[in-house]
DNA sequence: CATTAGCACTCTTGTTGTTCAAGTGCTAAA
DNA sequence: TTTAGCACTTGAACAACAAGAGTGCTAATG
């Protein structure tokens, strides 16, 4: 029955198997007798619990690493934990409005070439292949819409370099629909046309005006407009196969590998070395250790090429390994890659023409 | 002056440099004299190198990690060699067909939605998340078509599940574009609605009969027919955060950490586990440890839920961890996520419907 | 009878010292 | 100019050892 299984423990030794769970989620470490006695909800001594847990031990519950070392939940008591001892966790609506925006997002065509054409470099070289799309300046708004989902949240919809974004919005306070509609107007009287630092003091404060009542909606709604436009020409930035990194002794090595997921995790400073170069877009390029500038890089190799369409650069593809690498296959390699997905791209241009 | 920089090494020096940097490349050990005078192109004996090396040394394009270790190519060193000692490499064929064919491919709305909410919950919880497609039983072909695109090489064009499906097909020997003509055409007429394993002995035979000369280009093409089936009906296993696995001291430990890396790359295994399960799917699913049946993950936690459209299981997404997890949080995160992407799908329905 | 204090015991971790193998630099001879 | 030989340097691997942490057990206490 799942009700004896509830009530094999005294409600003591659940107290105490709750606490060692949640000490060693926290920490990772083995918890001792002594860690537990500062827990306000245990009270009685450390000798106590050790006999307890020594009862626990024996039931199955915990385990010791080795004699020395304090106990550590067993299988049994990981699932005793989770079946009957856990506590309800609700998400912040941080957490929500995250969630709600990412599985909104729609990838563009040439994400979703990028997707594919990263997975193969990283399969063929053995290296983690890394793509970037360079930030496009004066990408604009052309059209508004808002769409109230309920009283307190709505969908602020854009049309913005011909693809639609959109934005989920809440607020603390209701909101009418005389107000969405409003706020909708003055949208598209005001803000078409503008880039994210077109958005100026003054403007936002006229704005405000002619929203009247409903003024204190302007900040937020243009802050998450000013969001998605730099979200779209931010230049994205996709990796992929992290885990080669492994195959190769140079960052077999904690620390190091640390400081390069670090940098993959950033973003920024990659983002910046792949765009920034002054490139000579038909070849492929190389930069060795120290040539990077990038201090956790001193070690490693970069190795990228241009994706141009219609004879602009639209991108790059290229793959970071350690200096000791395969040079003359992955600059074969991401030279190919580069160009079928110049290829691609251009294919698609040309069915669109028809 | 280039030329000047290219010249400043001796013919022997330039020899000796590219076996080390090669040498290095493969093995990853810096490498001493007498290891290089096992290669066939350098005629003399360890002291002279020896010398050789100490001269390129203070030239500054080898360095030596220790007093007794061999050298290693320093980053000079390494460019010089890009520079000027590189071979020219080309792809094998089948690494070039690996690369066409995955430009070709297009992602689904499923696998979209699931890409992102895939980077959310890998964010949110912290730990790698995983989603998977499960096999969907009797995908078949509704409609072929075959482009020639030159003498060796065609584009077979399949209607499959009401998606395209391109695949590139390369022979060794010219098929003229009447044989492209009628492969086409006994295609469309034996090869339509048919499942993988429809394909029988037999039927290819016939379909052979009908191809009179070009017969042999028929098993080829119904070879990668059924890869394009079973790749599309093989259910899609998609990663996200392999790095977040560093985060945690369990996997602070490169054996474990490349074991568990290894299970990420096979997928089989992954696959099994998460579409195996009778599971019930209005419930987030948690498997400590040995529950999991794999090796591997005797120390890790699953925790999934099925994601479900119309109704129906279409897939499952969740995150992979050390059995020591935020239970709490990674259920909830869970379970509002896999929520999401099922509503996700179950308004695009609706859309459609409209 | 349950609880607690105290102490001896066990086991891991980090440090130190030593040996071993690998590879160099230099000198003298060919 | 090239080669052989030898002394020297240095990191890796291994054993010995001290320190620290936590337990189990026994005896005392409310």
Redo the contacts with the bound molecule.
């Keep these: 029955m799942i009700s004896d299984n509830k009530n094999k423990l005294s409600d ?1 030794k659940k107290l105490i198997l709750k606490a060692i769970v949640d000490a060693h989620i926290a920490n990772g ?7 537990l006695t500062r827990n306000e909800l245990i ?12 009862e626990l ?1 024996s039931m199955g519950y915990l385990e ?8 550590i939940p067993s299988e049994a008591g990981y699932r005793f934990y989770v079946d009957w001892l856990l506590d309800r966790y609700n998400l912040t609506r941080a957490e929500i409005d995250e969630l709600k925006n990412s599985l909104q997002k729609k990838q563009s065509e040439l994400d979703s070439i990028l997707q594919s054409a990263l997975a193969v470099a990283a399969k063929l070289t053995n290296y983690t292949a890394i793509s970037v799309r360079p930030k496009i300046e004066k990408i604009t708004v052309s059209r508004y819409e808002l769409m109230r989902l309920d009283d307190y949240s709505s969908m602020l919809i854009m049309l913005v370099g011909g693809v639609v974004k959109t934005k989920y919005l809440r607020s603390n306070t209701v909101i009418s629909s005389e107000a969405t509609h409003a706020l909708a107007m003055i949208l598209n009287m005001y803000a078409v046309g503008l880039t994210a630092s077109d958005f100026t003091m003054p403007l936002i404060m006229e704005m405000e005006q002619h929203m009247g009542n409903y003024d204190f909606l302007v900040s937020p709604v243009v802050k998450a407009i000013c969001m998605t436009l730099s979200e779209f020409d931010g230049g994205d930035l996709k990796i992929e196969g992290v885990n080669k990194l492994l195959s190769y002794p140079e960052f077999y090595n904690l620390e190091r590998l640390r400081e390069m997921l670090m940098l993959f995790e950033k973003k920024d400073d990659l983002l910046e070395i792949f765009s920034g170069k002054p490139t000579e877009p038909e070849k492929v390029q190389v930069y060795i250790g120290k040539e990077n500038l990038v201090k956790v890089m001193d070690n490693s190799t970069l190795i990228f090429k241009a994706i141009t369409n219609d004879g602009k650069t639209v991108g790059a593809i290229g793959v970071i390994g350690p200096t000791r690498m395969d040079y003359k296959r992955v600059i074969a390699t991401i030279d190919n890659v580069a160009n079928g997905v110049s290829a691609a791209l251009e294919s698609n241009n040309s069915k669109k023409d028809i």
Tied chains: 1, 2.
Excluded at 29 to 35: I, M, Q, T
Excluded at 43 to 54: L, P
């Design positions: 003591r470490d083995p918890v001792g007798s002594k860690l009270s009685c001594s450390s000798a106590t619990i050790r006999n307890e847990m020594a031990e010791q690493p080795h004699t020395s070392a304090g106990r």
